[in-house]
């Protein structure tokens, strides 16, 4: 069974942690973070812009039955009028 001593454990964080390698770690650990961002608020906003036009759309959709039921109920009432006053 191997003893296991303070010097073996340091040989390999000597090697991973090289002092150049540091900076490009953290280079790119913050260009990874910057592009989470990025990309988290352009997916945000095309999908705000998408639910606000499928909103508009929707509401002009509701306009527009909206609209032909007054106008289908105003027709009726002129038609009423009209026979009323066919009557008189």
């Given at each position: 069974m191997a003893i296991i001593n303070a010097n073996m454990l340091k040989q390999p964080f000597k090697r991973a942690f090289k002092p150049g390698s540091m900076g490009q770690f953290w280079l790119t650990q913050s260009v990874v973070i910057?592009?989470?961002i990025v990309g988290v608020y352009l997916?945000?906003?095309?999908?705000?812009?998408?639910?606000?036009?499928?909103?508009?759309?929707?509401?002009?959709?509701?306009?527009?039955?909206?609209?032909?039921?007054?106008?289908?109920?105003?027709?009726?009432?002129?038609?009423?009028?009209?026979?009323?006053?066919?009557?008189?």
């Open positions: 910057a592009s989470t997916a945000a906003s095309v999908g705000l812009m998408e639910a606000l036009r499928y909103e508009q759309l929707v509401n002009q959709r509701d306009l527009y039955y909206m609209n032909e039921s007054l106008k289908a109920e105003l027709d009726d009432n002129l038609q009423a009028l009209e026979q009323f006053i066919a009557e008189l």
